[in-house]
């Protein structure tokens, strides 16, 4: 570097391609893409040139590229990220979307209760009471005498044969 502050072009080439050299690996473990550790080798290579009238001779030279290659790096990832939640979604908007239905079915208990009527009488009773009433399974199982697991049971065949009916 004093080579180069005292007018030595070459010296000036070889520092800089050395600096490069010195510095990719470093942006290469904090960056993702190859690209961005290009962009910004060229941007912390800039930084040295215009601070270079900056640099003390009597102190090392690395800690001193490092030092602005880390601030340039702050900078960069700093507005990089910035710059997504720009684009983020927010989460106000997020959580309405959530309660929204996520398909909407014309079909209802009321469509569909014909066919509800024309399976078993015991099927029927439990899926009217857990539809139509809005039971819970476990109040269902105590209205009608059952055990809890046996309503699901038979709400599970009675839904599978009225799924059957539906596709023909």
């Avoid at 010195?22 to 290579?45: C, H, W």
């Avoid at 927010?90 to 066919?115: A, F, K, Q, R, W």
């Amino acid at each position: 570097m004093q080579q180069s502050l005292a007018g030595d072009q070459r010296a000036y080439a070889i520092l800089l391609q050395k600096t490069s050299r010195l510095l990719r690996p470093f942006l290469a473990k904090r960056l993702s893409f190859t690209n961005e550790v290009d962009d910004l080798m060229q941007e912390i290579l800039i930084s040295i040139h215009k601070a270079r009238h900056t640099f003390d001779g009597n102190r090392p030279y690395k800690p001193w590229a490092f030092a602005i290659a880390k601030f340039r790096l702050q900078d960069y990832l700093r507005s990089h990220y910035s710059d997504q939640l720009r684009h983020a979604l927010d989460l106000d908007d997020l959580e309405e979307s959530l309660h929204e239905p996520v398909t909407e079915s014309v079909i209802s208990y009321e469509s569909i209760s014909g066919e509800v009527q024309k399976l078993p009488e015991k099927q029927a009773t439990i899926l009217r009471l857990m539809h139509q009433d809005g039971y819970t399974a476990k109040e269902v199982a105590e209205k009608i005498g059952m055990k809890e697991s046996a309503v699901k049971v038979a709400a599970h065949r009675a839904y599978k044969v009225l799924r059957e009916k539906l596709e023909r």
